[in-house]
């Protein structure tokens, strides 16, 4: 009897440590800069049931509603989803369609993310301009459409394109600064755009390629009523030049795999956290398994970035048991209660190629680095 006794007194014992030990990790989860040794516990629910690339969310405070928004589902156009939970999403149609008087784009509708602004709902988006007297294989420009809801019909607001800087560019983000500034960050495409690196010449010697085409992220000043931008746009993130570079190996997978001769910094997303700008942005080859994000700091909205010591945040873990690949082209969520989510697309061993949506939580630690719990999948 005393044995068993002293078992049922250490069972309650371990059960009351876990219950204490899960209520602090919870209180953490309310913190961005909880300590790197307190663990978050949450119930993923990943993949969702959205087959969507580029993923971006946007909370209503109005209707306290949750839109999200990405590429695919529609041809010429976007389509949204709402949730009440971050977890249920119900499907809210075509909420963007290039068969309209104004329109620009004739394909390859990527990336748009949706913004409130003085009651209306703007939308930033990519797309091939019709405008292409040279016949480029890659014509892309990024345009604005605005609607009185976030469910549509967006309606573009001039017949072209924002701007034209002279090359392609995808993957609009736009930046609210505390002083009344705004700021567009775009991705250069890598088509026709071959640079000079040790990669480069690495990859010739290995009788691979015979040269590495790059995208690189640009900020520019946007005008406050989304009609133009006002400067010329400032270079922020490129791949690195050297293979010394700490940052070279994770960003030249795409490359030294094999698997295509493009180097990605692409997918930008830019927010600022006490003095920092923190941009985050993707590299490799979007449509492959080596998909991974990074982040690099700055004290100006325009840089100079210095990018992560513990870059990459989020890639794939395939290698170490998991099953998520591809992961990549991320945006940030505060939700209703504050807390910040990492929303991005990838993929798993169970789904097949379709992009799928993800959430993950994301943490500032005390010293100041973004980290993303992820990538989870449900029943881990």
């Known amino acids: 009897m005393n044995k068993l006794f002293f078992i049922l007194i250490g069972l309650l ?51 306290d509603v949750y839109y999200m928004y990405g590429t695919g589902g529609v041809k010429n ?30 394909k390859d509708f990527w990336a748009p993310e949706v913004y409130k602004r003085n009651g209306k709902y703007y939308m930033f988006y990519s797309a091939h301009w019709k405008n292409n007297p ?44 505390e002083d009344g500034k705004l700021y567009l960050y775009y991705s250069r495409c890598c088509y026709k755009h071959a640079v000079e690196s040790e990669i480069a010449d690495w990859a010739r010697e290995k009788k691979m390629f015979d040269e590495i085409e790059e995208s690189w992220i640009y900020g520019v000043e946007l005008a ?39 180097r990605w910094t692409e997918g930008s997303y830019l927010m600022k956290h006490k003095d920092t700008y923190y941009m985050m942005y993707s590299a490799n080859f979007f449509g492959g398994k080596h998909y991974a994000v990074g982040y690099a700091t700055s004290t100006s909205p325009l840089g100079p970035f210095q990018k992560s010591e513990t870059n990459p945040i989020l890639q794939k873990n395939t290698e170490s048991g998991g099953i998520v690949s591809g992961t ?53």
């Open 134 to 177: 040279n016949n480029e294989l890659e014509n892309y420009k990024i345009g604005v459409a605005v609607s009185d809801s976030p469910t549509g019909p967006f309606e573009d607001m001039t017949g072209e394109p924002l701007f034209d800087p002279g090359y392609p560019i995808i993957d609009a983000n736009v930046y609210f600064a």
């Open 224 to 262: 406050a009523d989304f009609s133009s931008v006002i400067g010329e746009p400032v270079l922020l993130l490129r791949p690195p030049v050297s293979m010394d570079d700490q940052q070279a190996e994770w960003e030249s997978r795409s490359v030294t795999s094999g698997e295509v001769n493009r």
């Open 77 to 106: 156009g976007f389509m949204a989803y709402s949730s009440k939970d971050l977890k249920t999403w119900e499907k809210r149609g075509q909420v963007y369609s290039s068969d309209q008087e104004k329109a620009w784009g004739t």
């Open 13 to 63: 014992f371990t059960m009351m440590s876990c219950n204490s030990n899960r209520t602090e990790s919870q209180e953490n989860q309310k913190d961005p800069e909880s300590q790197d040794n307190k663990v978050t516990v949450y119930e993923s629910n990943n993949p969702l049931d959205v087959a969507f690339g580029d993923p971006f969310i946007v909370y209503d405070d109005e209707s």
């Open 328 to 380: 990549g082209h991320n945006s940030v969520l505060e939700d209703r209660d504050g807390k910040m989510w990492c929303v991005y697309h990838g993929r798993t061993s169970k789904t097949g190629d379709d992009r799928l949506v993800f959430l993950d939580e994301l943490q500032l630690t005390e010293n100041g680095e973004l980290k993303v719990n992820g990538p989870t999948v449900k029943g881990d």
